[in-house]
T-cell receptor
Framework: KAGVTQTPRYLIKTRGQQVTLSCSPI?????VSWYQQTPGQGLQFLFE???????NKGNFPGRFSGRQFSNSRSEMNVSTLELGDSALYLC?????????????FGSGTRLTVV | GENVEQHPSTLSVQEGDSAVIKCTYS??????FPWYKQELGKRPQLIID?????GEKKDQRIAVTLNKTAKHFSLHITETQPEDSAVYFC?????????????FGKGTRLHILP
């Protein structure tokens, strides 16, 4: 079966702009979590969505938001981009909600803010 | 607290030797501990996980041990091979102010020397 699909793979944006990233989980998986990966900070948790509801969120400013659709596809939005938002954004798919099940990660979206 | 410490940050071992990566966690309620391998330019992949009711788990050349009393867990790779070169992330489930999530260590870059 198809894996986790993230689009686009690469993005270059200017400071102050906004961006929307998309993630389609494995078919049948209802949980989608988002992570920011940077060389210095590793994998930082952004939020988790399950059944179209945000279950929990990490310590990121309100500029980072997301949503999940009825087909479990999820989008992440970052508004008023800053240089420090440059990172690899990974989404992770899981059959059930919560942290007690292994993730399947997508290949990520590499965001560069200039 | 929300903390998973991982050591070492870089590890070089001769091909055929063993590698050990250690992690400590701070939440005594943590009960799920996955390990992910991320090869250069690729997505993190779950390689093994352990739950708090088990002290050790093996899968071919990979094993994970858990010491709940000391709040630490370790990844052991025996008979290392060139394809083991990658960044390895440990993680632990935590509950913070009612939110449950996975927190990752900062990663260990493993180099297998020929």
């Amino acid at each position: 079966k198809a894996g986790v699909t993230q689009t686009p793979r690469y993005l270059i944006k200017t400071r102050g702009q906004q961006v929307t990233l998309s993630c389609s989980p494995i078919s049948g998986h209802r949980s989608v979590s988002w992570y920011q990966q940077t060389p210095g900070q590793g994998l930082q948790f952004l939020f988790e969505y399950f059944s179209e509801t945000q279950r929990n969120k990490g310590n990121f400013p309100g500029r980072f938001s997301g949503r999940q659709f009825s087909n479990s596809r999820s989008e992440m939005n970052v508004s008023t981009l800053e240089l420090g938002d440059s990172a690899l954004y990974l989404c992770a798919s899981s059959l059930l909600a919560g942290p007690n099940y292994g993730y399947t990660f997508g290949s990520g979206t590499r965001l560069t803010v200039v | 607290g929300e903390n998973v410490e991982q050591h070492p940050s870089t590890l070089s071992v001769q091909e055929g030797d063993s590698a050990v990566i250690k992690c400590t966690y701070s939440d005594s309620a943590s009960n799920y501990f996955p390990w992910y391998k991320q090869e250069l330019g690729k997505r993190p992949q779950l390689i093994i996980d352990i739950r708090s009711n088990v002290g050790e788990k093996k899968d071919q050349r990979i094993a994970v041990t858990l010491n709940k009393t000391a709040k630490h867990f370790s990844l052991h790779i025996t008979e290392t091979q060139p394809e083991d070169s990658a960044v390895y992330f440990c993680a632990a489930s935590i509950v913070v102010r009612g939110d449950d999530k996975i927190i990752f260590g900062k990663g260990t870059r493993l180099h297998i020397l020929p």
